[in-house]
């Protein structure tokens, strides 16, 4: 048995009053006055410890290496802001969509738990910057910073001599085994392009006192997310809970070159607010992309686009590509 001496402090008294009624049988007395006077067994004791350290502003523990202990982590993700919208910028091709589409079935094939976390292709993307905006005031001056961002992006664009944009994607990884998405050529001039990009329209968010979830910008068009699965879903089903996106299951995608993508405009999109008839993402405005034409698409002498060799579509052919460093090996977050 323990005698603890506790000065009186509200924290202090709540936690002894938790500890009393979540473990009464460890509490042998307690007497409530200017000072407190409570025998505890070690176990209780133990317990008290653990639970001053949860509480904001009295423990700060952190583990081995530098890590957050599990009440910090906890503490964060409370206190970050929720996500609600996001900048974008659309990855359109028919030709794309029908063949990741295609993959996404052959990987549905293999491992069937996986059809819930399929990503539908209509919403194929690439997300730039991702914020809080709970309020209509905070919806409107997104809009209007996106609005003013035109004049900026497009001499960002224009620098590089980037009248419009064209993205090869190629390969597929992963981040964890939690979410596997179709890649991009990590050398490729467009890439490069993005990441300034993504930068300058942070920087304008920022400046404009928008909220940011802290999210890095990392290029990749989504396939699979575990994260869509609810923790209910596998009971309902009658199926064991899948923890991970075997590799197994897409090892003969790894390298394809599944096509390539325009990429026209920069788009404030909701993830609250109901999906566009054509099953994306509602969207409240947008900006051209560099200066696009009917013509654009066939162009080949841009610097930022070398166009691939003709195929006839066969699966077979595309299969084959040479893969990349990027494409096959690219980090995982």
């Not at 048995?1 to 924290?11: D, K, Q, T």
């Not at 910057?129 to 004049?151: D, F, G, M, N």
Request: proline share 6%; net charge positive; aromatic share 6%.
């Amino acid at each position: 048995m323990l005698l603890r001496r506790v000065l009186p402090s509200p924290i202090l008294s709540r936690l002894l009053f938790a500890t009393v009624i979540t473990s009464p049988s460890g509490v042998f007395s307690r007497r409530w006055g200017g000072v407190t006077i409570t025998a505890l067994t070690k176990k209780s004791s133990q317990l008290m410890s653990a639970a001053a350290s949860a509480e904001p502003g009295v423990g700060d523990l952190r583990a081995e290496g530098g890590q957050r202990d599990e009440g910090e982590k906890k503490r964060c993700a409370a206190e970050k802001p929720r996500a609600s919208h996001f900048l974008s910028v659309r990855l359109k091709s028919s030709e794309l969509n029908a063949m990741l589409t295609s993959v996404q079935s052959d990987i549905i094939s293999m491992e069937p738990r996986l059809k819930a976390a399929a990503t539908p292709m209509a919403k194929l993307h690439i997300t730039f910057y991702v914020t809080a905006l709970h309020s209509p005031e905070l919806i409107e001056r997104a809009k209007q910073v996106l609005l003013s961002s035109a004049e900026s992006v497009n001499a960002l664009l224009s620098s590089h001599s980037a009248s419009h944009l064209l993205l090869p994607v190629q390969g597929l990884s992963h981040f964890k085994h939690q979410v596997l998405f179709a890649d991009f050529p990590s050398d490729h001039s467009t890439i490069a392009i993005l990441h300034l990009v993504a930068d300058l329209m942070k920087k304008h968010f920022l400046e404009a006192g928008l909220p940011d979830v802290g999210m890095e910008f990392s290029p990749h068009a989504t396939l699979f997310k575990m994260s869509k699965v609810s923790k209910t879903h596998w009971q309902r089903q009658g199926l064991k809970k899948l923890h991970r996106i075997d590799p197994k299951c897409y090892a003969k995608w790894k390298a394809t070159h599944f096509g390539t993508a325009q990429l026209e405009e920069i788009e404030l999109l909701s993830m609250v607010d109901p999906a566009a008839a054509d099953g994306y993402y509602h969207s409240l405005s947008s900006i051209p992309l560099g200066q696009w034409s009917p013509t654009a698409c066939n162009a080949t002498s841009n610097p930022v686009f070398s166009k691939p060799e003709e195929t006839d579509g066969d699966e077979s052919t595309l299969s084959t590509a040479s893969p990349t460093a990027a494409s096959v090996d690219a980090p995982v977050k």
